[in-house]
């Protein structure tokens, strides 16, 4: 154990430790005494002096030394001794046995050992060392802590500390901390790793030096463990920019378990909307705790290593023992219960595996304990059967456990005995006896909650009653005795199996039978088969007439997906005379379309059909639909969705798969991606569309029975089998020809793609010649065959073969293995969505702005963090709000008034101090065109634009925009202006004084600029309309506010003081003349020769004395207004108000602060809207 720093001091001449290893810094040694064969006198006598010793007192019989040479202090790491002259030491670790000394030592090697060497000072060493060790002892307590209750004093003070150093709101929950170091180059810094539900953080305060690091969850594009010069084993952690590297775990193998977890959760729950209802440990990421995220990771691991229902939730996982009969012994495994089941793996993989749906147990008892059989149970079936399970801990309980479960289930779904037998079922393979009368297992059905005569005639008339391929049997090539002797000798194995290993979804699963499945399941006994090892026959022996419901409701239903269907029909299996009537395809309609009427969320996507076609062939049609429901829903998770994530995640575990198995055609091709193309359509159609059919149908064989882990390792066989051709080709696009069973017929009339031609074909050929000798019905006519008769003929493979070599040479990945490549290849898929998303808005943006193209990716950035950080820590908001992957690109991520004004503070060039929220506001409703309080990234960076690079009448334009409807509104909180009485006379004369002395009189300069502004306003699209009084004094309001601070602020006050007097005097002549206008036309008088015109009444004599300028009264009515061109071409008459809004502004250092304080600002004003709601509260 390793134990607190603590000086020890011993003589030189009391030898009592022995080296038992070393190295240049680490000495393992062995007390006197202990372990010795004979022992001398010394040996002995310490060896009685501690066997006499109080137990309190006795001294660890191992212990490590740490040794720094030219140190002034050395430092043991267990206890101390005199070495090299040294007195002092640090006793820090010691060990009751040699295993558990020497896994400190290891530890030690493995983590420190080669870190140490980049310390320069000596001392240094010793104190790092220290350092690190007491972390391990706090760890290693708060570890034990954590097993005894729920939230340990030491969880508590870490999670002060967390809150102290990183300052987050509330909502940011910590989940747990670990000890390790965080590689800066090649210096280590020693600190604390706090996972909290959306970020990962680093603390280090080391030799006066703070270090903090914070890194969002969802900006991590590769979480992965990989090892370096100095350490063996680190995790990595990769985002935009950077690699950062962490090690020194206690245990690492936990802290990347906790990590891959939490990057899976977040990422989901915030980029993978399609999933995030079907998964409800997503929903509350605030009681997501470190014991929560271990039972997710078992309980996924649970479900697919099984292949059971998302929903399946798991109770328990025990250590046992189950009787074999077929072994004639019992083997050692773990037993698993779920709501609605219970299964056994045993621990050797492959050895055997039994799955009981609680619908099929019938009792489950405890037997009498005995030596030979301690704590044992018994769980009968309704098949006669029993399984014997024993070295049950907590047997009492577990059995209580699964008693009220089995309970609830029967509860729900009582079970009835159909003794009818169908014809199809009369086989004596599916044959069993019930503990009440005869039937047959496929004609159970669970009763509802109407009578069994209602049940009966719910089923509609218009299901196909048999499977297709019954109907449409055709004779092949071979003779019917020769066909039939190979037919029945499968049939015969399959029987003798059967009698020995079950015949019922509750059969043991064991390598014998994974071997019957690899040679080809019989015809007669396949769609049965695909129903047990998918478990579909439990699904559809609990829902009775739930799928002839689906067809009536969804029948005759017209909508985007079923035009879709229609559009497919006829391209599933056109060869097979199947489809070619109305029979099968009117079968093929109705199971898909009720398919996508009872999920919509995946509706329909291409290659459903050609799936569904084939499960037409050998199962029922409602059976069909009950194989489609657990291939889409279970077996191949997210994979037929808007964005078929799930098949894009094992696409790229196929590409380190190939990495791992084919080296050598991995080094040759520059992007395993490509790929994909070519190999996509192998998993989403189980290689049905990329085989013959005969040959094809054996591939679904092993995957109804193996799952996904078939069709990665059949995969890989089939590159292998073309590896020779791959790696002979010049580039990718050859490759991809040699795998692409299409790209020959492109290449018609191309003399110069020839060569490619020609190795293409051989791919072509290979695919298309994997041929099922054992097949009773005739090769179905491949469509796409090109070749000449000519031609060679090229070798046949047969498809048993192949399907064996998958197994022997590439059928080493486990299910744990496949689930773990998956964890980490989902975060580089959705982060590649991420990244396309970003590069597709980008690319519609740029050509419409004059930022600059690497400024638009940082404002991308901050504008997704605001929303991703409203996400992290407020209240659900309306789903249009959300992250939604199925709308447009520039859609996908929009913000709200709140998150605007947090953006428009951090980046806007027009800072106005308290006003800048208030402009915030006005800018947003001047943006959300559509009033649904959103924006997009476009309007977002439309408006910087213009801030930052538009001409000044574009920014005066702007600005005028934001001072008017809708920006300006009549609830607007800062637009009651404090004048409400009518604005002074401006009929002062319009000439100024400079600082200089000189006049400068602006009457024709303005006068000329109306004018030529008037003859302009005829070329625009649309007049803006002119501004109120109320309107024009938040305008100067703005103008005032964005001054302040400015270098030249003097100047410009000064400067606006004299276009606004120039503006109030053009609103009060406009006003005038409006009301002389309209005094005109109601008087009947006519002045056409004499009405000046507004220009020319705003620049009349001067000279006149005031009561000359009473022309028009005060008093008469009339509405002051001024339109954009006199404010333009005011503000035009003074350099200094031009130069600020010409002059040059830089975005960079905006967009550096911006990143720096994103997070301070959100989280400030988090935490001052908790504390006014607390002081709400406590009112």
Known sequence: MWLKPEEVLLKNALKLWVTQKSSCYFILQRRRGHGEGGGRLTGRLVGALDAVLDSNARVAPFRILLQVPGSQVYSPIACGELLNGSDVYWAIATGATLEEINQHWDWLEQNLLHTLSVFDNKDDIASFVKGKVKALIAEETSSRLAEQEEEPEKFREALVKFEARFNFPEAEKLVTYYSCCCWKGRVPRQGWLYLSINHLCFYSFFLGKELKLVVPWVDIQKLERTSNVFLTDTIRITTQNKERDFSMFLNLDEVFKVMEQLADVTLRRLLDNEVFDLDPDLQEPSQITKRDLEARAQNEFFRAFFRLPRKEKLHAVVDCSLWTPFSRCHTVGRMFASDSYICFASREDGCCKIILPLREVVSIEKMEDTSLLPHPIIISIRSKVAFQFIELRDRDSLVEALLARLKQVHANHPVRYDTSVDDDMASPVFHSTSMCSDHRFGDLEMVSSQNSEESEKEKSPLLHPDALVTAFQQSGSQSPDSRMSREQIKISLWNDHFVEYGRTVCMFRTEKIRKLVAMGIPESLRGKLWLLFSDAVTDLASHPGYYGNLVEESLGKCCLVTEEIERDLHRSLPEHPAFQNETGIAALRRVLTAYAHRNPKIGYCQSMNILTSVLLLYAKEEEAFWLLVAVCERMLPDYFNHRVIGAQVDQSVFEELIKGHLPELAEHMNDLSALASVSLSWFLTLFLSIMPLESAVNVVDCFFYDGIKAIFQLGLAVLEANAEDLCSSKDDGQALMILSRWAP??????????????????????????????????????????????????????????????????????????????????????????????????????????????????????????????????????????????????EQYRIDARQFAHLFQLVSPWTCRAHTEILAERMFRLLDDNMDQLIEFKAFVSCLDIMYNGEMNEKIKLLYRLHIPPALTENDRDSQSPLKNPLLSTSRPLVFGKPSGDAVDYQKQLKQMIKDLAKEKDKTQKELPKMSQREFIQFCKTLYSMFHEDPEENDLYQAIATVTTLLLQIGEVGQRSSSSESCSQECGEELPASAPSPEDSVFADTGKTPQDSQAFPEEAEGDWTVSLEHILASLLTEQSLVNFFEKPLDMKSKLENAKINQYNLKTFEMSHQSQSELKLSNL
């Open 745 to 890: 017929l492109c290449l018609c009339g191309q003399p110069e793609m020839e060569e490619a031609a020609a190795r293409a074909q051989q791919g072509h050929q290979f695919l298309d010649h994997i041929k099922n000798e054992d097949s009773p019905g005739p090769p179905v006519g491949s469509h796409h065959a090109f070749f000449s008769d000519d031609q060679e003929p090229y070798p046949v493979t047969d498809i048993s073969d192949l399907i064996r070599d998958s197994y022997e040479k590439f059928g080493d990945q486990s299910v744990e293995q496949i689930e773990h490549l998956r964890y980490k290849h989902r975060i580089r898929v959705l982060q590649g969505h991420e990244d396309t998303t970003k590069q597709n808005v980008l690319r519609v943006v740029i050509p419409e702005v004059s930022i600059l193209p690497e400024d638009l990716e940082e404002l991308y950035d901050l504008f997704k963090r605001e929303h991703m950080m409203s996400c992290y820590w407020e209240q659900p908001r309306p789903m249009a709000s959300r992250h939604d992957p199925s709308r447009p690109y520039a």
